[in-house]
């Protein structure tokens, strides 16, 4: 039996072990001392309130080291994992752990954002908006890869993730609201993410849209010039006809110049 090496354990399940730990004390703590609970939350919840916030910007990374209870932790980690095998289909453990954090800030923004826009004074917790961003990095990069469910057999992955949009949109006028938001930034960002290490950015479109100008302009010159040249040997046709009946003498200067100069 060989011995333990944590170099053998793989990144996603760090990361979810990492995630369980903490969010594992923190309930802990809420059992034994509420009052040290509610002051821990109040330094590592995402507050969309700018008074509570009051400029502790390491909530956008903190927050989703929280869970409400051992069944939001548990949701968001067997997510995390499923997703991440997706993931690693394309991408190594770097662009994961991108995807992941980053996904979790850009979900945090979005719903502070968001939150402030429209009024909205709530806190956020849990790692769903950087879960959703790993999803939808797939989604951005490979939209048709095919995967195996229970009930709905063999599904491209952008139907499981329009369903995942339309459920959060829908869930913005219930409960949680906040935490929707969430999913729908880290969704956003997770898409783009995924265009992005596909190669797509705005060089590309700028020069895309380039390409078809020039195209389109090409195209238009190779119709007016096809016109002129159709213009042109209509002209010289009725000179020709006009020679054969009565004669070179018969043009004008004019034709003469022009039969002169298509020679």
Known sequence: MGSFDIKNITTEIKLIAAISIVSLLVMVLRVFNVEWYRMLLEQLALFSDFKIFNFRIWQFFTYSFLHSGVLHLLLNMVMLYF?????????????????????????????????????????????????????????????????????????????IA?????????????????????????????????KWLGGFSLKTVKKTKAKSHLKTVHKINQTKNKTDNNTVQKQIDLILDKISKSGYDSLTQEEKEFLFKQK
């Open 83 to 159: 997703f991440s095998q997706l993931f690693f289909t394309f991408f190594n453990y770097r662009q994961f752990l991108k995807a992941y954090f980053l996904g979790g800030i850009a979900a945090g923004i979005f719903y502070f954002l968001i939150s402030n826009l429209v009024g909205f004074q709530s806190f956020v917790i849990g790692a769903s908006g950087a879960v959703m961003a790993v999803f939808f990095a797939v989604v951005g990069y490979r939209p048709n890869m095919r995967v195996q469910l229970i009930i709905f057999g063999n599904i491209a992955i952008y139907y």
């Open 162 to 194: 329009l369903a995942f949009l339309c459920f959060d949109l829908f869930q913005l006028f219930f409960d949680n609201a906040g935490g929707h938001l969430a999913h729908i930034g880290g969704s956003i960002f997770g898409f783009c993410y995924g």
